[in-house]
């Protein structure tokens, strides 16, 4: 699974659902509680349809939609397809501004659950910013070396403990598996 952290922006939506866009409809998003946003969320979490984004990097034709989108060619809403949200939670809420952590899939959009958040609350929404902090057993906190750390040893330990994650031996710090099935050596 992955994991990441979402900023998202209420009361705007954009083309690319994603701050690079050009901004396509505003609505007020004053009335919108923390409550709100909270009680939505449950609707995102577990085996869910989404609509992937017009531009992404899905091909037709072997050519990237966003490719085709930006020439102006007509590019039809791909069909809604399951994906899965293992987590979903809000971590802060300074209006207009949201920050989610999702734990979720392959193939899932983080730009269209922050999309379809905003129109479920009957407003809009569009992506600020967003943060891996997972990808198949290597996390931020535990794996990513900060600058004071980049010496040679640190440097050999860090991929040391990434080498034994990714061969499956059993590392000094067992990985726990937060889902039946999914072993903690696997790496998609």
């Known amino acids: 699974s992955q994991k990441y952290t979402a900023i998202g922006l209420l009361g705007k939506a954009t083309d690319t659902l994603d701050a690079t866009g050009k901004v396509t409809e505003e609505k007020p998003y004053d009335q919108i509680t923390k409550g709100d946003l909270e009680n939505v969320l449950q609707k995102f979490t577990g085996d869910i349809m989404q609509v992937p984004p017009l531009y992404s990097a899905l ?84 794996h990513a070396l900060y600058e004071d750390k980049w010496t040679i040893d640190e440097i050999a330990r860090s991929l040391e403990h990434c080498t034994s994650l990714l061969s499956g031996e059993p590392s000094h710090k067992k990985l726990k598996t937060e889902h039946p099935g999914e072993t903690a050596g696997s790496c998609e």
């Open 59 to 142: 091909k037709k034709d072997g050519e990237r939609l966003s490719t085709l989108m930006k020439r102006g060619e007509a590019v039809e809403a791909k069909p809604a397809r399951p994906v899965k949200v293992y987590s979903l939670s809000l971590q802060q809420f300074q209006p207009p501004l949201f920050t989610l952590d999702v734990e979720c899939g392959g193939g899932f959009y983080v730009r269209s659950l922050v999309s379809d958040i905003g129109k479920e609350l009957s407003t809009c929404a569009t992506m600020q910013e967003l943060t891996r902090t997972k990808q198949g057993p290597f996390t931020l906190e535990e």
